[in-house]
C-alpha cells in the first residue's frame, strides 16, 4: 500500500512563512515528479509548483519568487517553504506524487488528503 501525506499547515499572519511537507511512505521502487497542488474556497485547484526526481522546478505565476521547493529522495519527502504569505494563499494544500510500484512497472497519481493554509491577520 502506497500513501501519500501532507503536513505543516496552519494560520500565519500576512508576510509570514510557513514549511509544508509531503511524504510519500509504503512499498513502492521511486517517486518520480512530486507537486503541490492548491484548491481555494469556489475556485479551481492550482498548480503551485512541481519538482522531479532530478531536482527540476517549475512554479505557478502567482507564488513564484515567494515560494520555494524541494525534495529528499532518501526520505521520499517533498517540502514546500513558503515566504511572504499573502491573504489570497488561503487554500487546502495537495500533494500529488507519480509513484512506481515496481522497477519494471509504470507509475501512477497518488494524491494526499490535503492540508489548510490561512493566511489572516
Known amino acids: 500500500q502506497v500513501q501519500v501525506e501532507e503536513s505543516g499547515g496552519g494560520l500565519v499572519q500576512p508576510g509570514g512563512s510557513l514549511r509544508l511537507a509531503c511524504a510519500a511512505s509504503?512499498?513502492?521502487?521511486?517517486?518520480?515528479?512530486m507537486e503541490w497542488y492548491r484548491q481555494a474556497p469556489g475556485k479551481q485547484r492550482e498548480l503551485v509548483a512541481l519538482?522531479?526526481?532530478?531536482?527540476?522546478?517549475n512554479y505557478g505565476e502567482s507564488v513564484k519568487g515567494r515560494f520555494t521547493i524541494s525534495r529528499d529522495n532518501d526520505k521520499n519527502t517533498m517540502y514546500l517553504q513558503m515566504n511572504g504569505l499573502k491573504p489570497e494563499d488561503t487554500a487546502v494544500y495537495y500533494c500529488?506524487?507519480?509513484?512506481?510500484?515496481?522497477?519494471?512497472?509504470?507509475?501512477?497519481?497518488?494524491w494526499g488528503q490535503g492540508t489548510q493554509v490561512t493566511v489572516s491577520s
Open positions: 519538482i522531479t526526481f532530478g531536482g527540476i522546478t
Open positions: 500529488r506524487a507519480d509513484i512506481a510500484r515496481a522497477q519494471d512497472s509504470g507509475s501512477r497519481d497518488y
Open positions: 509504503g512499498n513502492f521502487f521511486r517517486v518520480y515528479a
